[in-house]
């Protein structure tokens, strides 16, 4: 599996594109808002060749569900699945999204929830769902074993973690998530975070100081 990031919107948010050597992919956390960005991440999947089977939320924070409706309008039929606990974050955005400058916020609708412990499949590839709140009531990271790759969302950062002071967002859960779900695995897993450049969990166990 090939990990491809974009950063896109005010916030800096980094969208990835999962694609495997069947042309499948998969879109996660599309923070593409303007034309400008949408169509960088269109022309990406159209000069790729690639097939979109799956569109992905880690968690429903405004940042990460901007090009959601995009995504959807321009690959019709797109199965869009979020965890079930963070359907009331998604469901909130409308509502103060205008406040934070985005007028042209269009609100998308999931297609069925996410089951951690159950595989994710797109083309040739099964991700592992993993439950990680704390940052989001309903946040999931998606793990990849043979790429040694885990999509993390905003649950854990280079040097840092995510934020827990946004509603539904819980300190202590935060941490034993991290410890739970991303430190159980590999050293050289490679997180790829929600905001900010990859890290791994050997030198997140080892360094950060959040996790002391």
């Not at 169509?39 to 060749?49: E, M, P």
């Not at 690959?75 to 409308?94: C, K, M, Q, S, Y």
């Not at 994710?120 to 990271?141: C, I, N, S």
Request: net charge negative.
């Amino acid at each position: 599996m090939i990990v491809s990031g974009f950063t896109f919107n005010a916030f800096s948010e980094n969208t990835y594109l999962l694609h495997d050597a069947s042309g499948a992919c998969a879109i996660v956390d599309p923070g593409c808002y303007d034309r400008a960005e949408q169509q960088q991440l269109r022309q990406f999947i159209t000069d790729q060749g690639l097939r979109v089977e799956l569109l992905l939320n880690t968690h429903c924070h405004i940042d990460h569900v901007f090009g959601n409706q995009f995504v959807l309008d321009t690959w019709p039929g797109t199965p869009f699945l979020i965890h079930e606990a963070d359907l009331a974050t998604l469901r909130a955005v409308p509502t103060y999204a205008p406040v934070y400058g985005f007028p042209h916020y269009t609100p998308a609708e999931p297609t069925g929830f996410l089951k951690p412990g159950e595989p994710l499949m797109f083309g040739d590839t099964e991700l592992e769902v993993r439950f990680a709140p704390g940052h989001a009531p309903g946040h999931v990271v998606f793990y990849h074993a043979p790429s040694k790759a885990v999509i993390g969302g905003d649950v854990l950062f280079q040097s840092s973690i995510g934020r827990t002071d946004l509603p539904g967002g819980d300190f202590d859960t935060l941490i034993r998530s991290i410890r739970e779900q991303l430190f159980t695995l590999p050293d050289d897993v490679t997180v790829y975070p929600g905001h900010g450049p990859a890290t791994t969990i050997g030198v997140e166990r080892r360094t950060n100081p959040f996790l002391r």
